[in-house]
């Protein structure tokens, strides 16, 4: 199930929404009232500026990125590798922050300069002025993200300035386990003073959980060689195979995807989801070569990790490996279950 849908796209990055956001704002509508509804609804916009920041940094030092997901306690960059350079890191965390502190700024200058009225309710955050309110909202949004732990963007500042000491590996324990901490109280002070805490304290935790598994898997894998787990058995078919055909080969062959190739020669890869898409009774009359074809593949010498990459970006299951003096000849495959019997192996090593 898709738990996110697209409602945008800024500068070729794709926004999407997590379906909790939507419940978040029934609830706020339900019990907080309409002013605090709009409050809300404002500061995820200025949420999607803080990402966007991030991102554009990102972009500046080629490193791409696959989407934005707004959830309902913040919003998430998903980029497609964590830079191990601390220098780019810091500069690629310290992005958001410094945009939430500038429109923060501005909003409430403009709140003295046009003070907005309405009426509302006035809480510990809030004064009823709705640009001054704003600007409040932004500034507690970057200083928030500051906090030195994971996954908040102080932590990875803290891992940058850490890992010029350190090995990233070590420095990202240290903040991951000050990101679990943090969690873990204001979780346990949350359950005696307000349940918004017990959700962030739930988040940070996990997300700083997932931030060490994420690096350690990083790390263990770039040790890993393709030549080493690859699979020099290679189960094919041929661009006038017929769909039904294809997938009794890929079922034999345990494959997720077909690989094709031609009196020899490479031709790409077909994904399960293009075969599957076809209606059953119609797979019989279909052949390989009139679905897409993906030219992916990756070399023995290279490491796993770039062969793990290459599957997430790609959304595929099998990677072919070719030599680079002959990069249209097959000399074996990667599949995804290779690459965590790789990952496995690697971690009891090390």
């Known amino acids: 199930m898709k738990y996110s849908f697209k409602i945008a796209s800024i500068w070729g990055i794709p926004i999407e929404l997590h379906i909790t956001f939507i419940l978040l704002m029934a609830l706020v509508l ?45 919003g998430v960059s998903e980029i497609e590798e964590i830079p191990e350079n601390p220098r780019i890191e810091w500069r690629v965390a310290i992005a958001g922050p410094l945009a939430s502190f500038g429109i923060g700024g501005i909003l409430l200058a403009l709140g003295e300069i046009v003070p907005i009225k309405t009426g509302a309710a006035i809480s510990l955050i809030t004064t009823g002025s709705l640009l001054f309110d704003l600007g409040t909202l932004n500034i507690i949004l970057g200083a928030f993200n ?7 963007d ?16 070590d420095a990202t324990k240290y903040a991951a386990f000050i990101g679990r901490l943090l969690g873990i109280f204001m979780a346990f002070f949350g359950i005696f003073y307000n349940i918004w805490l017990v959700m962030i304290g739930v988040f940070i935790y996990i997300g700083a959980s997932e931030e060490a598994e ?7 894998l770039a040790r890993v060689r393709v030549k080493d787990v690859m699979n020099p058995e290679v189960a094919s078919v041929g661009p006038e195979t017929s769909l039904a055909e294809a997938l009794e080969t890929m079922l034999k062959a345990r494959y997720h995807d077909a690989l094709v190739q031609k009196d ?9 989801d ?25 070399f023995p010498d290279e490491s796993i990790l770039e062969a793990y990459k290459l599957m997430a970006r790609e959304k595929v ?34």
Do not use: C
Not at 264 to 272: D, R
Not at 288 to 294: F, S
């Open 146 to 152: 500051l906090i030195p732990a994971f996954p908040m």
């Open 154 to 169: 102080g932590g990875r500042v803290f891992r940058a300035l850490l890992a010029e000491r350190m090995k990233f590996s």
């Open 214 to 220: 994420q690096t350690i898997v990083s790390t263990t």
């Open 264 to 272: 020899g020669v490479f031709q790409g890869v077909v994904t399960w």
């Open 30 to 74: 339900g019990l907080s009232g309409l002013y605090f509804f709009t409050l809300t609804m404002f500061l995820f916009v200025f949420v999607v500026a803080h990402e966007l920041s991030h991102s554009m940094v990102a972009r500046h030092f080629n490193i791409r990125v696959r989407k934005i997901v707004l959830y309902p306690i913040g």
């Open 317 to 350: 299951d099998l990677i072919p490996v070719v030599y680079r003096e002959e990069p249209n000849k097959v000399a074996g495959v990667v599949t995804s279950e290779g690459v965590a019997n790789a990952y496995e192996k690697a971690k009891a090593l090390r």
């Open 274 to 298: 293009e075969i599957t898409k076809i209606k059953p009774e119609l797979r019989a009359q279909r052949r390989i070569e009139q679905l897409p074809t993906k030219k992916i593949s990756v």
